[in-house]
């Protein structure tokens, strides 16, 4: 199951398979797939993606679910990973994994597809899939290379081992820790940090990040030059400069 809840300008989408540990089923990438269109469709300006429960944020795929299946099975289920957990990464809102016990596997990788990631002292993440004989296939070796280096994502990678929030704060896999009796009013309290900013220019921004990462600079800088002339173009864009000049806070309406 997946809850779908709405707090002022945030989304709140919970994954809500507590006894299996939010396993991500084939049912359950269908059900945030739809979960994420309702967000995109909404009014709202962050969304929060968080999981059920004290044990564990998502503990990846739902491994019953693996077993004798065909090629062609097996590869149209790594597409559909791929592109459910690619869509949270290109949502039209920021987002925000609020991640507290373990986001293994698909876990880690929805984490990973998220903008920011925000962790309790209780966090783990990991890629274990090396322990299965198998190899990540939502993102997880892509992302989490680019997030924290190469080197760095095939020592956790290869060796399947977990990191604890500490160690995911200090190599840059998460944004914070959060030590709050309610880290959901915390991670509330950092998303206001942007929601009041124009969501096209905030898209953009991630644009320009996402894209730029997989170039070589000189590319990547076109990539830029290219969007950045774009924000100009939009209506955000010119009440910015306008609110600027007249001395007055901008009335965004991302668009």
């Known amino acids: 199951m997946i809850d779908l809840s709405r707090k002022d300008e945030f989304a709140i989408l919970t994954l809500n398979r507590p006894d299996v540990l939010n396993a991500l089923s084939f049912a359950q990438l269908e059900r945030l797939d739809r979960a994420l269109g309702e967000v995109e469709a909404s009014d709202a300006r962050c969304l929060i993606l968080t999981g059920a429960g004290e044990r564990a944020f998502c503990a990846g795929a739902d491994v019953s679910e693996l077993a004798g299946r065909s090629l062609a099975d097996e590869l149209d289920g790594t597409r559909l990973g791929q592109r459910i957990v690619g869509r949270l990464e290109t949502l039209r809102q920021p987002s925000i994994a609020l991640v507290h016990g ?6 880690c990788e929805l984490a990973l597809a998220s903008t920011f990631r925000i962790a309790t002292p209780r ?3 990991g890629l274990p899939e090396v322990k299965l004989g198998l190899v990540p296939g939502y993102g997880g070796t892509q992302r989490l290379a ?3 280096g190469s080197s760095a994502a095939l020592e956790i990678m290869m060796s399947g081992r977990s990191v604890e929030a500490d160690e995911a704060l200090r ?19 950092f998303g206001r ?5 124009s969501l096209q220019a905030l898209r953009l921004i991630r ?9 070589p600079l000189p590319e990547a800088l076109e990539v830029e030059a290219q969007l950045s002339t774009l924000s100009y173009r939009t209506q955000d864009g010119r009440e910015g400069i306008e609110a600027f000049l007249a001395k007055r806070a901008p009335r965004f309406e991302d668009r």
Do not use: C, K, M
Request: glycine share 14%; net charge neutral.
């Open 207 to 215: 644009d320009a990040v996402r894209v730029g990462a997989g170039l």
């Open 102 to 107: 373990h986001a293994l596997g698909g876990g």
């Open 123 to 125: 966090a783990r993440f």
């Open 146 to 148: 680019r997030l924290i």
């Open 171 to 189: 190599i840059g896999l998460v944004n914070r820790i959060s030590a709050s009796d309610d880290p959901l009013e915390e991670t509330i309290a």
């Open 193 to 197: 940090t942007f929601t009041r900013w």
